[in-house]
T-cell receptor
Framework: QQQVKQSPQSLIVQKGGISIINCAYENTAFDYFPWYQQFPGKGPALLIAIRPDVSEKKEGRFTISFNKSAKQFSLHIMDSQPGDSATYFCAASVLSGSARQLTFGSGTQLTVLP | GAGVSQSPSNKVTEKGKDVELRCDPISGHTALYWYRQSLGQGLEFLIYFQGNSAPDKSGLPSDRFSAERTGGSVSTLTIQRTQQEDSAVYLC?????????????FGPGTRLTVT
């Protein structure tokens, strides 16, 4: 029930295209859904996050779409650039006891071709 | 200000040896997490520290793994009698729980290779 399922495992997009990464969860107690971007040799960095009381959040070229009833959320990267090539992780957060836990998806390796 | 730092950045050790990995969180962040990231996998939660409370050790995979946090700041993750399956990147993250922030800030990780 704590799992977050992420797809696809890898994605190749042409420069200027739209990259879409999907995640699904089971635990309805999750109340915060961040996306992290990770470059090789670096730790993950928060890209954008959403709470379940909104259906969409946009920051620049990055948009999260959230479907509470379907328990799914997705990351859309508009006008994808070669510099966006990285591994993307979705995550879901819940307060477990006194600890706020993050459960991560398995990651999507995005390659944007020039 | 300075982010989360971890040392060493890389560690190669022989099977059976003990290793210590260090994490310096962002100053003032009261919450500290350790994760393990195996090749091509997501992040696996290991342990969580919050202030002076007892740590949440629910993610530690075996009793060979332990961690401590001294003075509410620096944390050390210790792996005893390392095994080849312990090879992974160990990530530390901190969070400013006292400000109600949910965001975790990650360090660059320590890449552990057990030969």
């Amino acid at each position: 029930q704590q799992q977050v399922k992420q797809s696809p495992q890898s994605l190749i997009v042409q420069k200027g295209g739209i990259s879409i990464i999907n995640c699904a969860y089971e635990n309805t107690a999750f109340d915060y859904f961040p996306w992290y971007q990770q470059f090789p040799g670096k730790g993950p960095a928060l890209l954008i996050a959403i709470r379940p009381d909104v259906s969409e959040k946009k920051e620049g070229r990055f948009t999260i779409s959230f479907n509470k009833s379907a328990k799914q959320f997705s990351l859309h990267i508009m006008d994808s650039q070669p510099g966006d090539s990285a591994t993307y992780f979705c995550a879901a957060s819940v307060l477990s006891g006194s600890a706020r836990q993050l459960t991560f998806g398995s990651g999507t390796q995005l390659t944007v071709l020039p | 200000g300075a982010g989360v730092s971890q040392s060493p950045s890389n560690k190669v050790t022989e099977k059976g040896k003990d290793v210590e990995l260090r994490c310096d969180p962002i100053s003032g962040h009261t919450a500290l997490y350790w994760y393990r990231q195996s090749l091509g996998q997501g992040l696996e939660f290991l342990i969580y520290f919050q202030g002076n409370s007892a740590p949440d050790k629910s993610g530690l995979p075996s009793d060979r793994f332990s961690a401590e946090r001294t003075g509410g700041s620096v944390s050390t993750l210790t792996i005893q009698r390392t095994q080849q399956e312990d090879s992974a990147v160990y990530l530390c993250a901190s969070r400013n729980r006292d400000r109600g922030s949910y965001e975790q800030y990650f360090g660059p990780g320590t890449r552990l290779t057990v030969t």
